[in-house]
């Protein structure tokens, strides 16, 4: 296959993903209030138009729909800020729209009017609870008492949408396997999942799944080291400037460490081996205001546990959610060494942080307290029995892993409404109760009928906070590399030196990751981690697209893996069948064994098996977890 064809089909595998220049908060927010408030805001709703939300601003008006999200030219908004006639043209009244606010409106409209999830210009907002709930499950229906298929079914009910399909055996030991190790089921186990006839096999599956301790730490050390910045190389390692956590991580993951003292060691450490995370980035040569240590602290531990903002509030209250300045520098306060002044937009303001805790009602921290101290209370109040936001935070992200789209979506954005907050409540209350277990947890939510149910498709208008059944999640970067690497037999000799893996692993293949990034991967997606990411893109963009066919490490793993098959003297039908069910843990189908032995011949040629391997690896079936 010619390296032009692969650019091809890649791009054509690959939906491109737009993403927006204009920052909502600072820069559309400002233009919107300034010209439009008094006519179209709050409780103003001049011709039908309100623009309090991004439903209701698309919406339109009583005439009908003034903005087409994607295409400014085709928006009668644009054609109104521009007309000159006076009966026309918004603002009625005043002074005009500056041209290059004009051309910032333009740009967001094209982009997609990005809006910050949860953010109105009205007066209502919601505002997430702060105890636990422990909401009573619906009836059950058609005998599905499991609690999570009991809200589901009556939330899918309450809105019309027809209940997803059963997923099929083969599909549901591929998508599991890949979502708690990270790894292609082996092909003696499918055949043995198909084969057993037992009605429990799936709960005993899961169970046997997650028993593989080292397969799940390695997975899951991936989207922890996202969550938590953590990597092997990068800004501020070689200077000293950051401390990695991944010796700790690790042996947390291994050991299933129960969640809040997991938390509680990275927020008040009881050594170095877990410092690296509050400690954050020093940066060389002068910053602002907003990327210091403790500033950085305030935001890093916000995200992370609570999947709350607080970078805009580092610089100034915000504009789109509840936090102000001094709760992000309250937070700041308690890790500082010093006494800290606040910066508004990075100008000196004068006054002084205090250490505070942004949930009075919980408790407080003391202000005459030494350093140590403050981070023990700080952490005892984080993941103190009545602070639902901590455990609502992870159920969600859970959720979001396993189901492609979070019960509060984006995951960062926890103080937005949830499409079914019974049922995010259910699961923070019920992980609470497990022990802050993050495998039971998994395993809870796995053993749900709405899990074991097929992929459901979305339009691109369709509203993400209206649930339809669990999404096609695209492989990460390091489950797309473990799997060429499982195919082609081409992972590397050993971890970095970071990982002590236990001594039963010495005969496992390495995993992505466990080794530094590279090209590959980060084509593929991986983050270079100096900032937190708890959302890795959905699609690969064409540029990654083209990146990744050009790439010489994935052309020379595949052929690699193409003399190590071809070596094997396997008959045409038996290699197919190999590499379908290592890739797609399935046999061909009379069609497909057909048309690949009539392409490959009866005796394959290294370069038609790599062709076959590209072809495979580039089938959605295979890059997407379904």
Known sequence: MKPASRIFLITIAAASHAGGEVDFAHQVVPILRKHCAECHMQEAKKGGL??????SFIAGSEHGRIVEPGNAKGSLLMEVILSNDKSDRMPPKGPRMPADQVEMIRKWIDGGMHWEPGFTFGNEAYEPPLKPRNPEPPPAVDGRAHPVDRFVDAYLAEHKITRPQALGDAAFIRRLTLDLTGLLPEPAEVDAFLADQSPDKREKLIATVLARDTDYAEHWLTFWNDLLRNDYKGTGYIDGGRKPVTSWLY???????????????????PDNQSSGFIEGIKWRGSVNASQTREVQFSQSISQTFLGLNMKCASCHDSFVD?????????????FADQPIEMARCDKPTGKMAQ???????????????????????????MTHPDNGRFTRTIANRLWHRLMGRGIVHPVDAMDTEPWNEDLLDHLAVRFAEDGHDLKKALAYIASSQIYQSEAVTTGKDDDVNVFRGPLAKRMSAEQFVDAVWTITGTAPDKPHNAVQRKEDAANKMVRASLVPSDLLMRALGRPNREQIVSMRPDNLTTLEAIDLANGGQLAAALKQGAARLGSQ???TDALVESV???????????????????????????????????MVLLLPEFQFVH
């Open 251 to 269: 042996r947390s993951l291994l050991e299933n460490k129960p969640y809040d003292g997991f938390a509680r060691e990275l927020l008040a450490p």
């Open 50 to 55: 309100s623009m309090n939300t991004r439903e």
């Open 580 to 614: 379908y069910m290592r890739a797609l843990a399935r046999r061909p189908s009379p069609a497909e064994s057909r048309d690949l032995s009539s392409i490959l011949g009866e005796n394959p040629d290294p370069l038609a098996v790599e062709d076959f391997l590209w």
């Open 322 to 334: 509840r936090w102000k300045l001094d709760d992000a520098y309250g937070l700041a306060a308690i």
């Open 569 to 571: 003297n396997l008959a």
């Open 355 to 381: 250490p505070k805790w942004i949930f009075p009602e919980l408790g407080t921290v003391d202000p005459a307290a030494p350093k140590a101290e403050r981070l023990k209370q700080l952490a005892g109040l």
